[in-house]
């Protein structure tokens, strides 16, 4: 036995040696507890949502580190049990519980017990902890916990609540910028709420204590220094002979639901998630999240207007830890604050937890906090429209005056060191591609060049972009859902483009992608392809060049213009795309559907691609996404922007929880819907909940019966949808 001296107090420990980690585990979690000073030094989920390619990245993760150490005040010295072995009382598992218990003297007069129970039952850890005077006089005493949890590498973002009945304290960790320590003070219980980049996290909460309650948290931005989560209680005095015992209990959910202030003094996690605005008459979209740490059959209710009416009543059976997220629709009525609760009662007809929600309706003239949520939902994009000739249409390009910038707008160089524009290659144009050559002749003859002087070309977006295609069927025909992501809420150069000429099929797009007359829609995103991949399918290309041999106008802008303008149907798309004589060169991961439903997702890096084609019968959405399947070679393997392949993974797997028994059967409606999900998963997204760390900067539905194109101009959730037709 070793002695050590802190603060003053004389410890007892026994040798490290003997102090190993106890693990509990069931069906629904997994803990570690180190008999060093008690602590919970890793917390996971069975049942969170999880994708092979973050497995060793921190799925299934709730939290790591240093959790939930008593730390005491004693006469007014700091007594840290951070480093005190303790003694394992025992162990054991009866009738589905699963119990340890720690015990130590910390300090002259003070003994320690820890009880920690996982119930087969419950996804989480319940905690008590029992202080004793031992000693021949009172003490003045002061109860608190520390919390130090690690940041490994892997972990790019996480979300940070704390508070009481009070109050709420939202801190997150964007990965960009340090965050000082916060305080807040608590009469009654409070909470510690984590979500990590996945929806993993967990909820600590600790029951009354006598007098307020201070807690502390902090979120250093530097490498390998923990985050830290502190509180201790008012100082009580405790008599000779008596003991404090507290409660604390843990919650380990894959919800991804931030779980307000309001709603966890019954550990019952429910959050109203609705549309920041909308109109009179018109249905407002929403999302009652529900999670549980036991299995329970609940009601929820959604009302509107402080409870006046019912919009929904589900009964709903919830599993321990997992999450439940149910859609709504309400109807607003007048002018003004719409307020919605969603609720949830036990059996017993007893109002368990709620959460409120409110949205601005024909905010036009409101001030305020209304007024700037009501500018940014009536926002619109910017538009370029073209019509007649393709050489009128050529020269409208040029001389356009409302040109939206880059990426969406045209631009033109007189040289490009990659695609000399030459009179051989016009003539080529000519003759396979005729509406390009016309738009050249007619871009030139504006700008009084020759057209063997001008090329078209791309301009790369500035920052990251990533972007998911997804293809739904249902009773409104095949459509084409597009979500653009990028690395900040920026919406430079996004605008819409529609292009009516004499002679093809009229098209509109959003950022180069669209629907045509005939039903024909495309849509885009970064293939997320490996360094040797993108290389040697560029080398290829270039050779191609260097040989003298023609090929397909390289801007995207262009060979999607002339897919759109050229063609009805996937099978002729792709006879274009996939000419081997009449190559394109273009790296990105792209959707096509049309009318009859056919569907591809095409690869390409460089001038080397692969096909996939729609199978019905094959399980899951047929999704576009920020990763590349590897082939038998070894190529279209993913790179090491791992974080973008699992953001779209995880976006997968999430549509098929939530929509999977009905995917065949998804109207426009449900796709408006399911385009406003948040959480990770969601495909709404707003950096601080998704591994990629990406922005949903805007969002486009593609219906291709009737050729109409949805834009949000923003976040689905902030930003309503506008209809584009191409009859006006």
């Keep these: ?181 916060r305080r807040a003070s608590s009469a009654d219980w409070f909470y510690w709420r984590v979500i990590g980049q996945y929806g993993t996290g967990f909820l600590y909460q600790v029951r009354p204590l006598r007098g307020p309650v201070e807690l502390e948290q902090a979120y250093p931005n530097e490498p390998g220094v923990a985050a830290r989560f502190d509180w201790q209680a008012a100082e009580v005095a405790l008599p000779s002979g008596a003991a404090l015992t507290i409660d604390s209990s843990v919650l380990i959910d894959e919800g991804g639901a931030p779980g307000r202030h309001e709603n966890v003094a019954s550990r019952l996690l429910v959050e109203a998630d609705l549309a920041a605005a909308g109109r009179t008459g018109a249905r407002l979209r929403g999302f009652a999240n529900v999670t549980s740490p036991l299995p329970r059959r609940v009601t929820l209710v959604v009302t509107q207007g402080g409870g006046n009416k019912t919009v929904l009543s589900a009964k709903l059976s919830l599993r321990p830890g997992k999450n439940a997220s149910v859609p709504f629709t309400v109807t607003p009525a007048k002018q003004g604050w719409l307020h919605v609760e969603a609720a949830v009662f036990d059996e017993a007809g007893r109002k368990l937890a709620a959460s409120p929600a409110r949205a601005v309706i024909d905010g036009e003239g409101m001030g305020g906090e209304a007024g700037e949520i009501w500018k940014l939902y009536t926002r619109r994009m910017p538009k370029e429209i073209y019509r007649g000739s393709w050489e009128e249409i050529g020269a409208q390009l040029v001389t ?52 063997v002087q001008l090329v078209f070309r791309d301009v790369p977006e500035r920052g990251r972009e990533a972007c998911m295609d997804v293809a739904f069927f249902g009773p409104d025909g095949p459509i084409n859902a597009f979500s653009k992501e990028r690395s900040g809420s920026g919406l430079n150069g996004l605008g819409y483009v529609k292009v009516v000429p004499a002679k093809g099929y009229a ?163 449900d796709a408006f819907t399911l385009m406003q999900t948040h959480g990770p998963g969601g495909m709404c997204q707003h950096i601080h909940d998704n591994v990629g760390l990406l922005h949903s900067s805007c969002s486009s539905i593609a219906v291709t019966g009737t050729t109409d194109l949805w834009l949000s101009h923003g976040p689905p959730c902030q930003v309503e949808y506008v209809r584009y037709t191409l009859k006006d």
Excluded at 151 to 174: E, H, K, M, N, T
């Design 400 to 451: 356009n005056p409302n040109r939206i910038g880059s990426p969406t707008s045209v631009t033109l160089n007189k040289r490009d060191e990659f695609d000399t524009a030459s009179a051989a290659l016009l003539a080529f144009y000519e003759r396979r591609f005729p509406f390009y050559a016309e738009m050249l002749r007619g871009a030139a003859k504006a700008l009084g060049l020759g057209p």
């Design 507 to 669: 098209f509109h797009t959003y950022m180069n992608y669209g629907v045509n007359s005939e039903g024909l829609s495309t849509s885009g995103a970064t293939l997320n392809e490996d360094e040797e991949t993108y290389a040697r399918g560029t080398h290829a290309a270039a050779e191609w060049r260097r040989a003298g041999k023609p090929m397909m106008p390289r801007p995207t802008w262009v060979w999607m213009w002339m897919i759109l303008s050229m063609v009805r149907n996937v099978d002729e798309a792709l006879a274009l795309l996939d000419d081997p004589d009449v190559p394109v060169e273009v790296t990105g991961n792209f959707l096509l559907l049309d009318r009859a439903g056919n569907a591809a997702r095409v690869e390409s890096a460089g001038i080397y691609r692969q096909i996939f084609c729609y199978n019905p019968k094959e399980e899951g959405f047929f999704v576009a996404g920020n990763y590349s399947h590897e082939r038998a070679d070894g190529l279209f393997r993913i790179s090491k922007r791992w974080q973008w392949a699992a953001n779209t993974m995880l976006r997968e797997k999430f549509l098929w929880e939530v929509a999977g028994k009905r995917r065949d059967r998804i109207s426009l409606d």
């Design 1 to 181: 036995m070793s002695v050590q001296r802190t603060f003053g107090f004389v410890l007892l420990a026994v040798a490290s040696a003997a102090a190993q980690p106890v693990t509990l585990e069931d069906g629904f979690v997994r803990l570690t507890v180190d008999r060093q000073g008690g602590a919970v030094t890793s917390m996971h989920c069975k049942l969170a949502m999880t994708v092979p390619l973050i497995t060793g990245k921190g799925a299934g993760v709730a939290a790591e580190g240093r959790l939930f150490v008593p730390r005491v005040t004693l006469n007014g010295q700091v007594v840290d049990l951070a480093a005190v072995p303790m003694a394992l009382e025992r162990m054991k598992t009866a009738q589905g519980e699963t119990v340890v218990v720690l015990s130590v003297n910390p300090a002259p007069g003070l003994a320690f017990r820890r009880v920690l129970r996982l119930g087969e039952q419950e996804s989480g850890v319940r905690i008590q902890d029992t202080y004793r005077n031992s000693g021949g006089r009172a003490l003045r005493f002061r109860a608190g916990a520390s919390s130090r949890q690690h940041r490994p590498a892997w972990l790019l973002v996480q979300r940070s609540w704390f508070g009481d009945a009070g109050q709420s304290v939202l801190q997150q960790i964007p990965g960009e910028s340090g965050l000082p320590a």
